[in-house]
């Protein structure tokens, strides 16, 4: 493909390909829900990571063989409903708010119970080199996710219940997880519970989180806490103004997407409150995304200094972020739109021709393999909420918030 079609055109073949396939399907890291006798991997955490990568690498969907089947997840639920919600405030959609409705309703339904507040997590288990976990272990990103998508919602219609609701999250990061405090460092909050690694992105955007619902709640304590989650990433930013994934030997590594969640933190919390110490860092740090993740042809790079894999969510995230940069610099809609186009011709695939065009974006392309699996959390949902973003940042929509303010 020479040329990519129109991202307006791009988002409503994605929602065709979405409506017919619905949000269940296979996930790059649900290796370990495996049956028998396949599931043995997972008594040595080295050879689940193995097998992780493995099935997450193969460019054959090998999970049938294996006794893994699609499911839905709360993370894509998050991404759907923020999407829906976007259409509803841009107008001509009469169906968006009711779609909108009908996902926060399962994600209420998706909570995992038993915690001091609302929170969500993998319907598999899952490992990395940092934790093991059983299926439906909630974490901080996943709950930061839904709780900023009823926000949304009440900044929107105003309805208390989503208030509460995404209130509630903020008891789980300080009661379950808990914040780690390092006195005049600032704190830093748990990416599970009993997880010892200080993760950079997540704590970024638990702080910007909880800065944004002080404002609806009125409790000091909670903006007090965002403030000093977002001390702490600002203590730790790099010379050349990127962020490592996480404190230590382990997480130094700089990627794409996790600095774009840093990124989108900052902005939101230099929007909500003027303090020249966020706002330098993050023009630091998109003086660094722009320069080195991202190719001069506007191909998001997943490594600095390293393209491929061409990887669907780094992607995804590498459109939102620029369409959201929009609100602090205007000039930033056309890079987002050169970026759209790069991904588009790179990894959307058509499905249905004609003026009903289906289609999807594949998983990635490597220097060599391409993988196809239309994974629905880790693509599908997050590629469309990142292009509704881009069309509000082309109509010149403003966050949600600042129109809850003036309502108030």
């Keep these: 493909m020479n040329t990519a079609p129109a991202p307006a055109l791009v988002e409503a073949a994605l929602r065709r390909w979405l409506d017919a396939h619905g949000i269940a399907s ?7 829900d495996c049956g028998r006798p396949w599931s043995l991997v997972r008594r040595s955490r080295f050879l689940a990571r193995l097998w992780t990568q493995l099935l997450k690498r193969s460019p054959l969907n090998l999970r049938p063989l294996v ?4 499911h839905a997840s709360a993370k894509s639920l998050a991404d759907l409903a923020a999407a829906a919600l976007l259409r509803q405030r841009l107008g001509g959609d009469p169906g968006a ?10 994600l209420r339904r998706a909570v995992v119970p038993g915690h001091r507040g609302a929170c969500w997590g993998m319907p598999t288990a899952y490992v990395s080199r940092f934790i093991a ?3 439906r272990t909630p974490n901080l990103f996943w709950s930061v996710v839904a709780a900023q998508a009823f926000l949304e ?22 009661g379950d997880l808990g914040a780690v405090d390092e006195g ?29 619902l002080s404002r609806h709640t009125g409790e000091s304590d909670l903006a007090s806490l965002g403030r000093r989650a977002l001390h702490f990433v600002l203590q730790h930013q790099n010379g050349d103004g990127s962020w490592d994934y996480a404190r230590g030997p382990e997480g130094r590594w700089v990627d794409g997407f996790h600095t ?6 900052l902005l939101q919390a230099s929007l909500l409150e003027r303090n020249p110490d966020w706002e330098a860092a993050l023009r630091r740090g998109v003086r660094f995304y722009h320069e080195q993740l991202f190719t001069a042809d506007h191909v998001p790079r997943y490594l600095a200094g390293r393209l491929h894999p061409i990887e669907v969510q780094n992607c995804a995230q590498a459109i939102q972020t620029l369409a959201l940069l929009c609100w602090w610099d205007a000039k930033e809609l056309e890079r987002a739109q050169a970026v759209t186009r790069a991904v588009t011709r790179l990894l959307f695939r058509c499905t249905r021709q004609g003026p009903e065009e289906a289609g999807y974006f594949l998983l990635s392309r490597g ?24 069309r509000a940042a082309a109509a010149g929509l403003r966050p949600a918030w600042e129109s809850a303010e003036r309502r108030a």
Excluded at 153 to 174: C, N, T
Excluded at 260 to 265: I, Q, T
Excluded at 375 to 382: E, F, H, L
């Design 367 to 390: 220097r060599f393999v391409t993988n196809p699996l239309p994974a629905v959390r880790w693509g599908q949902a997050p590629m469309l909420l990142a292009l509704t973003h881009l």
């Design 26 to 32: 296979y996930d790059p890291y649900d290796a370990l």
């Design 153 to 174: 919602a009440f900044e929107m219609e105003g309805d208390r219940s989503d208030l509460a609701l995404a209130r509630s999250v903020a008891d789980f990061l300080r």
């Design 67 to 70: 006794g893994i089947r699609p």
């Design 133 to 135: 976990v059983e299926a």
């Design 97 to 106: 708010g009711a779609a909108a409705r009908d996902l926060l309703g399962a």
């Design 260 to 265: 774009g969640y840093v990124l989108e933190a």
């Design 184 to 212: 005049d460092g600032g704190v830093w909050f748990r990416y599970f519970a009993h997880h010892e690694a200080a993760v950079y992105n997540v704590t970024a955007l638990a702080g910007a989180f909880l800065l944004r």
